[in-house]
């Protein structure tokens, strides 16, 4: 217990020491695009008929620091408000605190990636199996191919084919917003169906995107698995069938556990493209329209989200894959 303890301290000290590499990464790459919306603000409001002064304050209320400090200045007064996990005012909700407009945002990009990418663990999981196991017949060849393709295409393509058939084409499913503006949010029947069918575009483009992927990897680690000593011995034990896929399903998909919780941070950060084309107001959206405002401080807060799901994630996966499997903790 003791030596479990230990490696995860070490490694949320790593955490801590990436993370704020990111941060300081993030925010130097911010404040080098072009345009400073701090001294359009600081014109804007001496424009008003406020005092200079005045203005410099207010804009160092919005914004955590004043245009007119130098860069490190400024880099100082943002870390050392994100150490007192203030992220800031954004700019473009009207001085609406960063942590509120990233809350209300987090949920729609967590749930759909998460149940996308659980759909797409299971599925690919278990056609991986048979794929293997049954790699000379048709039903392992054609899992194989359907693993190939959906491998091989881009996110934006996916996205827009569904939308397509399913919206334009079929009518069959709702498209923009997380659901019907004229229900009233609540834990109602309506309003949770409308939510359930507003997110099938957004989970099964995140679904599919991810099945190829873990088909051909656990076929690949199947195979492996098969020619184990401890497979060919309880078979010379007269072993059941389920019994043999059991054992070998679960040796083979200990690799993948690791990989799981990755692909939970890196999904993250992969849907600002897949939330833009299907007009979802998730973290990608706000990301998005963060940038294209100018707005720092969103801006930094939900890079730094999506910094700290993916050191998390993969802080995750190695405490996960210690435990689940005793011989990585020799």
């Known amino acids: 217990m003791k030596g ?11 955490g801590l020491v990436m993370t704020a590499v990111v941060a300081t990464f993030t925010f130097f790459l911010i404040h080098a695009l072009p345009g400073n919306p701090g001294d359009a ?5 001496v424009m008003q008929g406020m005092a200079p002064e005045q203005a410099r304050a207010k804009v160092a209320v919005i914004y955590g620091f004043t245009s007119h400090e130098s860069l490190f200045q400024q880099y100082t007064s943002y870390m050392g408000q994100l150490i007192r996990g203030n992220l800031g005012v954004s700019i473009s909700y009207s001085g ?83 659901s019907d503006v004229t229900l009233t ?19 099964a483009t995140y679904a599919l995107l991810s099945y190829g992927g873990w088909l051909l990897s656990m076929k690949s680690s199947v195979v492996s698995v098969l020619g184990d000593d401890f497979i060919l011995a309880a078979e010379l034990r007269g072993i059941t069938p389920a019994t043999r896929m059991r054992y070998i399903g679960r040796n083979a998909v200990l690799p993948l556990f690791t990989v799981l919780a990755l692909s939970f941070g890196f999904m993250f950060g992969g849907s600002v493209i897949i939330e833009h084309i299907f007009d979802y107001p ?46 990585v903790r020799r």
């Open 4 to 14: 479990f303890l230990r490696r995860l301290s070490v490694r949320l000290a790593a």
């Open 41 to 45: 603000a600081y014109e804007q409001f």
């Open 96 to 178: 609406v605190p960063v942590s509120h407009v990233i809350a209300s945002a987090a949920p729609w990009t967590i749930l759909p990636v998460l149940t996308g990418l659980l759909v797409s663990f299971l599925v690919g999981v278990t056609a991986g199996v048979v794929a293997a196991v049954r790699r000379s017949s048709r039903w392992g060849g054609l899992l194989s191919l359907s693993g190939s393709l959906m491998a091989g295409v881009p996110s934006f393509v996916l996205a827009l084919l569904l939308a397509f058939l399913f919206h334009t084409l079929w009518g069959l499913l709702p498209f923009g917003d997380t």
């Open 185 to 203: 949010p609540g834990l109602n029947a309506a309003y949770v169906g409308s939510v359930a069918t507003h997110a099938v575009l957004p989970v």
């Open 282 to 327: 998730g973290l990608g959206s706000l990301l998005l329209q963060s940038i294209g405002s100018r707005d720092y401080p969103l801006m930094g807060g939900a890079f730094l989200l999506i910094t700290v799901a993916i050191v998390l994630a993969n802080i995750l996966a190695e405490t996960l894959y210690s435990v689940i499997d005793p011989r």
